[in-house]
């Protein structure tokens, strides 16, 4: 009888573990998260940022990403969408490094922010790069309301855009892509 009430009490202890394992935002298989690696889905991108590697969108969502230094980090964007909140729309910081495949797109919606600025190493080979509400009545002299570089390469970031890349912005005050900054960076644009 002890024998049997030992294995009871194991199996149950097992059971209360389960929950903890997904309340850490990981999910295996359920398909309910915005995010997905190998078989385990995420309820955020950034869940699924920080755990790192080859990241599948599975949602459109709105977030401000960021990839941390020591990272190496793939998202295919699967045909969705990234917006952000009311940062940049990904930040690839210094010793991080970033490649975004397939189609989809990465936004940015506020003023003075882009939807992607890299100090790392990013690659583009897919993807629509925009400021969707940037203000159309920006001109030379002034960035209106909404204004800001689509993509800022920045503090020796190192880019390559690919062909089949696609990089949008309606205003007419800041360029769509700046290359340097405070100090001096690489960009390669390919097609």
Same mark, same amino acid.
């Given at each position: 009888?002890?024998?049997?009430?030992?294995?009871?009490?194991?199996?149950?202890?097992?059971? %209360?573990?389960?929950?903890?394992?997904?309340?850490?935002?990981?999910?295996?298989?359920?398909? %309910?998260?915005?995010?997905?690696?190998?078989?385990?889905?995420?309820?955020?991108?950034?869940?699924?940022?920080?755990?790192?590697?080859?990241?599948?969108?599975?949602?459109?969502?709105?977030?401000?990403? %960021?990839?941390?230094?020591?990272?190496?980090?793939?998202?295919?964007?699967?045909?969705?969408?990234?917006?952000?909140?009311?940062?940049?729309?990904?930040?690839?910081?210094?010793?991080?490094?970033?490649?975004?495949?397939?189609?989809?797109?990465?936004?940015?919606?506020?003023?003075?922010?882009?939807?992607?600025?890299?100090?790392?190493?990013?690659?583009?080979?897919?993807?629509?790069?925009?400021?969707?509400?940037?203000?159309?009545?920006?001109?030379?002299?002034?960035?209106?309301?909404?204004?800001?570089?689509?993509?800022?390469?920045?503090?020796?970031?190192?880019?390559?855009?690919?062909?089949?890349?696609?990089?949008?912005?309606?205003?007419?005050?800041?360029?769509?892509?700046?290359?340097?900054?405070?100090?001096?960076? %690489?960009?390669?644009?390919?097609?």
């Amino acid at each position: 009888m002890k024998k049997v009430t030992s294995i009871l009490m194991a199996f149950v202890l097992m059971l %209360t573990l389960i929950p903890t394992a997904w309340a850490e935002g990981e999910s295996v298989g359920t398909g %309910t998260g915005v995010a997905m690696i190998g078989d385990a889905t995420y309820e955020t991108l950034a869940d699924a940022v920080a755990v790192g590697g080859d990241i599948k969108l599975l949602k459109d969502t709105a977030e401000d990403i %960021t990839i941390l230094a020591g990272k190496t980090i793939t998202i295919d964007l699967n045909g969705k969408k990234i917006t952000n909140k009311s940062a940049d729309t990904i930040t690839v910081e210094k010793g991080a490094a970033l490649t975004i495949n397939g189609t989809g797109t990465v936004d940015n919606v506020t003023h003075g922010k882009a939807a992607i600025v890299n100090g790392g190493t990013v690659v583009l080979n897919g993807g629509l790069y925009t400021r969707s509400k940037e203000d159309m009545e920006n001109n030379k002299d002034t960035g209106g309301k909404n204004s800001y570089y689509t993509i800022l390469n920045d503090n020796g970031g190192v880019m390559t855009i690919n062909a089949g890349v696609e990089v949008k912005n309606i205003g007419h005050f800041s360029s769509m892509i700046r290359n340097g900054g405070t100090t001096a960076s %690489t960009l390669t644009i390919n097609g």
